[in-house]
């Protein structure tokens, strides 16, 4: 229900799919993508079924056929881990050739221990300008710092620890600055 999600099943629609629908978890009024988003999606023919779990990815003789879903009462969620409870009888099969996952995801840290600086203990803590951690040599940006953003952001992001951790390679300081546009006047007849 979020805006990757919505993302994915209107790429489907401009790729060609000849029908696109998409479950989600949460009800229509809860989906965390955008309103517009959303009403955008639909005025694009994509079906959407809220409030709906998966329980099984379906096929026929080696071929996906579709994904059986179950109804729920979604609550949210607690501590990472969807809160809800199943509807009796209202199990249904949502027919498909293709089946495309955007669900939401935070980062796995773990691996690092306490090494790295933390932010809720969810996010490794970062300079916002070399994207350094706590941790010498390890870099880190994105949705991995930031949480569910824009992709422009993530992208620049990379391009931004790409830089560091080249500096931090050629054993160079990291601070640097950040190339900015050259400043340019305007003449009120040209706004």
């Given at each position: 229900?979020?805006?990757?999600?919505?993302?994915?099943?209107?790429?489907?629609?401009?790729?060609?799919?000849?029908?696109?629908?998409?479950?989600?978890?949460?009800?229509?009024?809860?989906?965390?993508?955008?309103?517009?988003?959303?009403?955008?999606?639909?005025?694009?023919?994509?079906?959407?079924?809220?409030?709906?779990?998966?329980?099984?990815?379906?096929?026929?003789?080696?071929?996906?056929?579709?994904?059986?879903?179950?109804?729920?009462?979604?609550?949210?969620?607690?501590?990472?881990?969807p809160d809800f409870d199943?509807?009796?009888?209202?199990?249904?099969?949502?027919?498909?050739?293709?089946?495309?996952?955007?669900?939401?995801?935070?980062?796995?840290?773990?691996?690092?221990?306490?090494?790295?600086?933390?932010?809720?203990?969810?996010?490794?803590?970062?300079?916002?300008?070399?994207?350094?951690?706590?941790?010498?040599?390890v870099f880190a940006g994105?949705?991995?710092?930031?949480g569910t953003s824009f992709?422009?952001?993530?992208?620049?992001?990379?391009?931004?620890?790409?830089?560091?951790?080249?500096?931090?390679?050629?054993?160079?300081?990291?601070?640097?600055?950040?190339?900015?546009?050259?400043?340019?006047?305007?003449?009120?007849?040209?706004?």
């Open positions: 229900g979020g805006n990757v999600a919505i993302d994915a099943a209107m790429s489907a629609v401009r790729l060609g799919a000849s029908w696109v629908g998409m479950s989600c978890l949460e009800s229509r009024a809860t989906m965390p993508s955008h309103d517009w988003e959303v009403r955008d999606a639909e005025q694009e023919g994509i079906l959407i079924y809220p409030s709906r779990t998966f329980k099984e990815v379906t096929s026929q003789d080696g071929q996906l056929t579709g994904v059986r879903t179950v109804q729920v009462d979604f609550r949210g969620f607690n501590e990472g881990r199943e509807l009796p009888g209202t199990e249904a099969v949502i027919l498909a050739d293709v089946v495309v996952f955007a669900i939401g995801q935070r980062p796995d840290i773990t691996c690092l221990g306490d090494q790295v600086e933390t932010v809720a203990r969810r996010f490794p803590k970062v300079d916002p300008q070399t994207l350094a951690t706590s941790l010498p040599g994105g949705d991995a710092v930031t992709i422009v952001n993530a992208i620049a992001a990379g391009h931004q620890a790409a830089r560091s951790i080249e500096r931090y390679l050629q054993g160079l300081e990291l601070a640097f600055e950040s190339p900015r546009p050259p400043a340019v006047r305007l003449e009120p007849d040209e706004v």
